[in-house]
């Protein structure tokens, strides 16, 4: 499970750094989320119920970190970074950061579960 957290972690910010500096067509990098099913069923992974319990620990813990990036986004939404001001792509930015704490949260889960 630790494994899907990396993965997420390092999805989301790639996915952050490209909509930051690509705008919207920086999105299109939440498609290497696809190969996450395809791995994990190649290594035979089921989750036993401590990992599922920590995987919805996680959601709540993404939840309040997200909750907190969306006022964030709002305050410095008129910032311009390569020409693009942040609220242009504020919706893609927002799910990139959801991916990104998510396996962040879920890593912290795990060191200290």
């Known amino acids: 499970m630790l494994i899907r957290y990396f993965y997420e972690a390092a999805v989301g910010a ?7 500096l690509f705008g919207m067509k920086g999105l299109a990098s939440l498609a290497l989320l696809a190969f996450l099913p395809m791995y994990l069923r190649s290594r035979h992974f089921q989750p036993g119920e401590r990992e599922l319990s920590l995987f919805y620990k996680a959601g709540n813990l993404t939840l309040g970190i997200v909750l907190i990036s969306v006022f964030v986004i709002y305050r410095f939404s008129e910032t311009a ?27 912290i889960m795990n060191r200290f579960n």
Not at 15 to 20: F, H, M, R
Request: charge should be positive.
């Open 81 to 107: 970074i390569q020409g693009r001001t942040i609220g242009q792509s504020w919706a893609g930015l927002l799910t990139a950061l959801i991916v990104f704490f998510h396996g962040l949260s879920g890593i």
């Open 14 to 20: 790639i996915a952050v750094t490209l909509i930051l």
